[in-house]
């Protein structure tokens, strides 16, 4: 079996992807889909609809819904996308609490800088039909 299953829906996130990047004005980031071992079967505990790793350029979004591995909407992946290039944008804070160090990756200018640009995409004439 193989690993795509829509090739036709990974192209066109691939393309929404790249431009998403030229909007923001952040290039050279690379998407790569989230491959589940075994699809649509066993429990499904995890809901993590994206992740990506400060140090690299690489960002890992699923493009299918868990269960039934349908194709998510591209207004879904376009907001995870989203998400995740404000991790890069807003870097995760270390705040003192009493003796201890905690570090907060989701603060409120975090959350600000996704909706900025969640704006920034729904103002795109490309991107802007997708939302």
């Known amino acids: 079996m193989s690993d795509i299953i829509d090739p ?8 929404l992807f790249k431009r998403a990047c030229l909007v ?7 998407l790569r889909p989230l491959r589940r071992r075994v699809r ?5 505990r995890s809901y993590a609809l994206g992740y990506t790793k400060l140090g690299e350029k690489l960002i890992t979004v699923d493009l299918y819904t868990p269960r039934t ?7 879904a992946i ?18 003192r609490k009493w003796f ?3 570090r907060v990756i989701h603060h409120p200018k975090f959350w600000t800088q996704v909706k ?4 920034l995409l729904q103002k795109d004439e490309v991107l802007a039909a997708y939302f």
């Open 100 to 102: 201890h160090f905690v």
């Open 78 to 95: 376009l907001r995870v996308v989203c998400h995740e290039l404000a991790h890069h944008q807003a870097p995760p804070r270390l705040y």
């Open 8 to 15: 036709r829906h990974e192209a066109l996130v691939e393309h």
């Open 116 to 119: 900025k640009n969640v704006e």
């Open 40 to 44: 649509g079967r066993g429990k499904l």
């Open 24 to 30: 923001l004005d952040m290039p050279g980031f690379e």
């Open 69 to 75: 591995m349908k194709p998510r909407k591209l207004d």
